[in-house]
């Protein structure tokens, strides 16, 4: 039975870290099944090992509610578009406040997945800016550091007046 984990704060040292890659999957199997139930009861759309206190190099994405959650372990970005749009990210880590972040419109992606699988692939828009976000935690960033000028930061109370 999986659980619901805690959820690391910014100023946690792990999420500064960065992450060691996955060797065996038989050693975070138990931590993916937690992983995904901790994203699905936060209500987010993506989490990372270091959020869980595990500095692995995997994450779990659920770009909507419909969707089935997507294991990417150990992910490599192979190409980026020349495109950037800035959008507005929120974290669990960094609750209640959104930062005005540029990330790539698209990127060619590669990863494992939980069937041990190389899965590689072109993804964009929300996706992509999903994926990013994630990947930038299992190198020790969070989107704030991302950030053009420190005035791209919202509270979440006054970005849902502007949404």
Excluded at 9 to 35: A, F, M, P, T, Y
Aim: hydrophobic letters at 35%; aromatic letters at 8%.
């Amino acid at each position: 039975m999986s659980k619901i984990l805690g959820i690391a704060q910014l100023g946690c040292s792990v999420l500064r870290e960065k992450s060691k890659r996955v060797e065996k999957l038989s050693e975070i199997k138990e931590l993916i099944n937690d992983s995904i139930s901790t994203l699905i009861d936060s209500g987010g759309v993506g989490i990372a090992s270091p959020q869980l206190y595990q500095p692995y190099r995997f994450f779990i994405m659920k770009p909507n509610a419909d969707a089935k959650p997507i294991v990417v372990i150990n992910p490599e970005i192979i190409r980026t578009s020349h495109e950037v749009i800035k959008s507005w990210e929120s974290c669990l880590s960094i609750p209640g406040i959104r930062g005005l972040v540029s990330r790539y419109q698209s990127i060619l992606v590669r990863y494992e997945t939980e069937d041990e699988n190389i899965e590689e692939k072109e993804i964009s828009d929300f996706q992509a800016r999903i994926f990013q976000h994630e990947y930038d935690h299992l190198d020790g960033l969070v989107y704030l550091d991302r950030l053009d000028n420190v005035k791209d930061i919202i509270t979440e109370k006054e970005y849902l007046k502007i949404r």
